[in-house]
């Protein structure tokens, strides 16, 4: 069955493709949405379409419906909103970048994890803003990133200097999974969802012995004992996710601390109103 791509009023793909191409409901900045939480997408809607200048033109769960909702609604913008518990990654903003080079991506980073920051910036996203930030951050994120600037939360900024000064210096890591590859990122993710070895071949269409090469990669970079220990610390990041680390000496990949309980709210939704 083919996917539908639904629109910001709940309308489906053959109700949009009904409309001339190039039309918009209101002048502005046309933004599709992608990520797998529906709420969240609903909520940014809402939010973003307030705006004079600002429509949502659509939305998208995957990278299948993102690619068809691209070439049917031409939005302006995209705004993928990733999570170490979702599919949605590093590789789409890069297929994005690759086939609509001139489509700038911002990246709202739900799990408010920010070493993905530096990762997305590289892959080709033109911005990158914690989920925990007050709806006016995204809206200027938006508008820096459509006059050609890019766009980074302050909070992370400094720190990305930081890092960007220290360069010259001694090696230095915030995380312990800077140390690996984008695409060894990709695979860790995976392997912490309970992926197993052929189930992350097919999902980045690699063969299983490239997988199991990426896996001994990893392992050896963080200093994990055996495939038993990886997978542990796999699944351990992807539920905790990683926090604030300071390298004095030789990175300690296994020193993970709970997660404090979150006070600060995320972008919070108006009330759907009632069509009745």
Partial sequence: MRATVKGATGQDQEAMTAKRPGT????????????EHSMVCAGLA????????????????NARETFEAIATLKPDLVIVSISL???????????????????????LSVDEESFYAERVLRAGARGYILGIEAPDQLILAIRRIMKGEVHVSEQLSERMLQKYINSGRAKHYDWPTDILSDRELTVLQLL???????????NLKLSAKTVDTHLA?????LALKNSTELRKYAVQ???????AWQQESEPQPNVFKKRPQRRTPRFVMPKLKSSC
């Fill in 85 to 107: 518990k979702g599919k949605i990654g590093l590789e789409l903003i890069k297929e994005i970048r690759l086939w609509h080079k001139g489509l700038p991506v911002l990246v």
């Fill in 217 to 221: 990669h990893i392992q050896k970079k």
């Fill in 46 to 61: 809402q939010l973003l379409n307030q705006e004079s200048d600002l429509s949502v033109c659509g939305q998208a769960q």
């Fill in 24 to 35: 918009r409901e209101k002048p502005g900045i046309a933004i599709l949405l992608v990520g």
């Fill in 192 to 202: 912490g969802q309970g992926h197993k070895r052929q189930e992350i071949a097919a």
């Fill in 237 to 243: 990041w992807v539920l905790s996710g990683e926090k």
